[in-house]
């Protein structure tokens, strides 16, 4: 192709047309896409049993869990509203490599494990993978316990005649979340991307249209089409926010020293680097524990709530913590610049690179080896850790700030979505440039 032709393209088609002129990288992504609908299909896959419709019309409401309910089939792409096999997703392996993360700190014998390079990395996984089946036979369990409340499945137990229906819809449950997490290993190994973060950024994208279409639609919006248009200036705002404090990263300064033997003298040679420490190093993690924790108490107290209207302590705390309620919002926002901190220290502590850097001979400049260096980079990471807390909070808030503004009520901005949907897109950008830079055509990402 000539260089007139590449020239007047913008970088990102070039570099598209340029991966598909790769036969392994057409493969790649194509592999990719072809796997992403193979997940849309088992999405409509009902557990048997299940009533579909009655699930459809439980989501339209906005008592007892549907809210809670609502939020997963945005994550799940719609396999929530289906009652479908893979209506957990893959989120009982992302809880559970949450726990290997925070166990692995405590546990010595997992420590040791870590630090046995790539070996020791695949035994983790491992443990990872033997942790999923039970925690998603016990979430799967605990949906079904839940859905039969409202009419939505039956004959739930375990005992009697219920036992046989109960296990077969357990396993059916777990068995979809496993094939997922299958799916998303095929697609780290053999296609473009992380599989399991395509998996979810492809529920959540499935799920937008019709999002964006019930609030087009819809009488009852509020704000006529300027609150649309103003939501819409939002939502743009927020992407662009989330794409600025992902990226955003602190430098520091490392200098490797070495030592070389010339005409039978040492001389020594310095070389320099830099540490890139993330504004945002904890993602989208600190959401999903502060969503999970700020509505547990409104989940128990919609067991024990009586009729609407009537005024007890269970209907009391469910319309505190209801979705939409100032108090909500407000403990979301604290509760998610909180655990910022504590995942990103976790994490960090974990990772020891003031030994790391003594070990491979690097300093800091100014700062002595071992020790010394741990603190200061502890000071570093505290330090800018809390513009990635108070962005991630506001991240959190955003959908009532932005129903505030624009009026409109019958769609809300899914804030921790947007935070995937970005972060996914940029990681799966930058490893498609790095495949096109090392075939030697030049990336879309400066």
């Not at 100014?366 to 850790?385: A, C, E, S």
């Amino acid at each position: 192709m000539s260089q007139t032709h590449r020239g007047t393209r913008p970088r990102l088609v070039q570099a598209m047309i340029d991966a598909f002129g790769q036969a392994d990288l057409r493969r790649r992504i194509l592999l990719t896409l072809g796997l992403l609908v193979v997940f849309r299909f088992v999405a409509h896959v009902p557990v048997p049993g299940a009533d579909v419709e009655a699930m459809r019309e439980f989501l339209g409401g906005t008592t007892g869990i549907a809210p809670l309910l609502g939020m997963l089939d945005l994550f799940s792409g719609g396999a929530m509203r289906n009652v479908s096999i893979a209506a957990m997703g893959v989120y009982p392996y992302i809880t559970a490599v949450i726990i290997m993360q925070l166990l692995v700190p405590v546990i010595p014998r997992l420590q040791a494990i870590a630090r046995e390079g790539e070996a020791g990395r695949a035994r983790i996984n491992q443990y990872t993978h033997w942790l999923t089946v039970p925690l998603a036979a016990l979430q799967g369990y605990a949906q079904l316990m839940m859905l039969q409340q409202y009419g939505i499945v039956s004959n739930i137990g375990l005992s009697g005649d219920a036992l046989l229906p109960t296990v077969a819809m357990v396993l059916c449950m777990t068995a979809g979340t496993m094939f997922l997490v299958w799916l998303g290993e095929l697609i780290t190994e053999y296609g473009i991307g992380n599989g399991i973060s395509l998996i979810i950024f492809g529920g959540i994208v499935c799920t937008l249209p019709e999002i964006i279409g019930r609030g087009l639609l819809a009488r009852e919006t509020g704000g006529g089409l300027i609150g649309l248009l103003i939501l819409l200036a939002l939502a743009l705002v927020i992407v662009v926010a989330i794409v600025i404090f992902t990226e955003a990263h602190r430098r520091i300064p490392v200098q490797y020293a070495r030592s070389l033997f010339r005409g039978g003298r040492m001389y020594r040679q310095s070389g320099g680097t830099h540490i890139p420490m993330r504004v945002n190093s904890a993602g989208m993690i600190p959401l999903i524990f502060a969503m999970a924790l700020i509505m547990l108490p409104g989940v128990i107290a919609s067991f024990f709530a009586g009729p609407v209207g009537q005024e007890n302590f269970a209907n009391t705390v469910v319309a505190l913590f209801a979705i939409g309620s100032p108090f909500y919002w407000v403990m979301f926002f604290f509760l998610a610049v909180g655990f910022t901190f504590f995942y990103t220290m976790i994490i960090f502590q974990q990772q020891n690179l003031g030994e790391t850097l003594q070990r491979q001979g690097a300093f800091v400049p100014g700062i002595r080896p071992g020790k010394p260096t741990q603190q200061y980079l502890n000071r570093v990471i505290t330090k800018i850790t809390w513009a990635g807390a108070l962005f991630l909070g506001a991240v959190a808030i955003s959908p009532f700030i932005a129903e505030k503004i624009s009026g409109v009520v019958a769609l809300t901005l899914p804030a921790i979505g947007m935070l995937i949907v970005v972060g996914v897109a940029l990681d799966t950008m930058r490893q498609l440039e790095a495949q096109l830079l090392m075939r030697r055509y030049e990336g879309f990402l400066k």
